[in-house]
């Protein structure tokens, strides 16, 4: 599927089992998110392929096809006892970033959402937003 995908969204543990299935000699998640990145297209055309790695509470990697770099963003640190349940937090990161970065709003805006976002939902029980209200107010603090 990555060779149809314009953006690629994984998290650490799923990174570095990729980049041991393909035999990646640096099996870090920078190497793993370069690799992705790089990888063609299934038509053959050379565009822009993003890829997002979550680290949990460590910095975020994020790269893509057109850009050299790989960067890093800190994410939101907060208590262990505020966790309630981690599922949804990885749908919840990517449809944070998505709404953001589908409207052109800048890289570092769309990440500030995608986190927002998963942080709302692991502090929850379930994949339920609740209100669109309670919801609100919460990201927008």
Known sequence: ?????????????EAEAYGDVHGL?????????????DLPFADGEKRKRLVIITRGKNPLVYTDSFDSEIHQFMVEQFPDD????????????????????????????????????????????????GSRDSYLLKINK
């Open 1 to 13: 599927m990555i060779s149809y995908s314009g953006i690629v969204f994984g998290n650490e543990s």
């Open 25 to 37: 000699l640096d099996g870090t998640v920078h190497a793993t998110a370069r690799y992705i990145a």
């Open 82 to 129: 505020q966790i309630i349940d981690t599922n949804g937090a990885g749908d919840a990161f990517a449809a944070g970033f998505v709404a953001d970065y589908i409207r052109g709003k800048p890289m570092v805006t769309s990440l500030h959402s995608a986190v927002r976002a998963a942080t709302y939902i692991i502090c929850r029980s379930g994949f339920s937003l």
